[in-house]
């Protein structure tokens, strides 16, 4: 059983990896883990199951996989009845390197791996996807298995996976898809732009860093007062934002905040104090494309931040650079 464990623990960091990226939510992809880890378990003590793994990676990706889209199915139903709107939970880590908080695997290959093609805007968008156009993207756009494989995943023909993938890539980059394209030099100065305008108080400032199309999501899972829909629109979304923390918005007083990676990219930890006394904490994540914010989505839903690193005593607004 040692040995057992041994081989699936250099494995368990991938397999993260392409559970979250799956399902969107770091619990859900630990238990999927998990299960997995049950099955590898029963399958080496039946030597006729034992047979089919010729190839221990290989084997528990598929294996990872299906489980995964079982949840996927499943959680549709679970998400038409969630109250506001819904955002993944965020994998938050501390800027400027160090050990990996996260719990994923600190080689630099698996690293890698989470960052390419990482961050809350896909994730938010891969959630238009049925199921299996999901599995099919990003078994193999992102994590380069063949659609042999992926077929065999879905229980579907190859040309069947080739099709669900096509589908997919075509709704993620559809027009009204929020664009994400900036390196980490520019998500830095744009971000201390937009927290610059906030603290100015100037709407007018503010808008200059908002694309025209703009999309502000908040998710608190009906735990605080959260917009049902979507803020559409840079003098929305800029009105919004002063409201909460401008110079006389509602928590400009009372917040704390810093700079963090969420989901592989740069974004805001905040925690401040709602009015009905109650602790609220927030991780806020933003798409930039050609130099301005196309999407800001911030997870409030306590349910989603249990993991949160602490913040400490000296973070303060605005956020050190």
């Known amino acids: 059983m040692r040995d057992l464990a041994t081989e699936f623990e250099a ?23 998990q299960e997995t880890w049950l099955r590898y378990a029963g399958a080496l ?14 084997w528990l990706t598929t294996t990872c996989a299906r489980i995964c889209l079982d949840v996927l199915r499943s959680a549709r139903v679970r998400r038409e009845a969630y109250p506001g709107q819904w955002l993944p939970e965020p994998v938050v880590t501390p800027v400027g390197g160090g050990p990996p ?52 995943v879905l229980g579907t023909t190859e040309v069947a996976a080739r099709q669900l993938a096509s589908r997919a890539r075509r709704a993620i980059t559809a027009p009204d898809v929020p664009r994400h394209t900036a390196d980490p030099a520019e998500q830095r100065r744009v971000l201390r732009a937009f927290v610059a305008a906030t603290e100015s108080g100037e709407l007018e400032q503010l808008v200059q860093v908002l694309a025209p199309d703009v999309v502000f999501v908040g998710d608190s899972g009906g735990h605080f007062p959260a917009a049902r829909r979507p803020v559409l629109g840079a003098d929305a979304v800029g009105r919004l934002t002063l409201g909460l923390f401008g110079r006389t918005g509602r928590y400009v007083d009372r ?21 009905d006394g109650r602790p609220l904490r927030l991780v806020s994540a933003f798409a930039v494309d050609q130099g301005r914010i196309t999407a800001i989505y911030n ?12 913040l400490d005593a000296d973070d303060s607004w605005p956020p050190r650079w």
């Open 255 to 275: 917040v704390r905040a810093r700079l963090v990676l969420v989901d592989g990219l740069l974004g805001l930890q905040m925690e401040t104090v709602h009015s």
């Open 101 to 152: 908080a996260d719990g994923y695997a600190p080689d630099p290959a698996e690293r890698a791996i989470r960052t390419d093609q990482v961050g809350t805007a896909l994730l938010v968008v891969l959630e238009r996807l049925a199921p299996e156009q999901r599995v099919a993207l990003v078994l193999h756009d992102v994590f380069a298995l063949p659609f042999a494989r992926v077929a065999e």
């Open 11 to 33: 494995e368990r960091g991938r397999l993260l990896a392409v559970a979250h990226r799956m399902l969107g939510s770091r619990s859900d992809a630990e238990d999927a883990v």
């Open 45 to 58: 003590a039946d030597p006729a199951a034992r047979a089919e793994i010729r190839e221990l990676p290989a």
């Open 299 to 310: 997870q409030l839903n306590p349910e989603k931040l249990t993991d949160l690193p602490p």
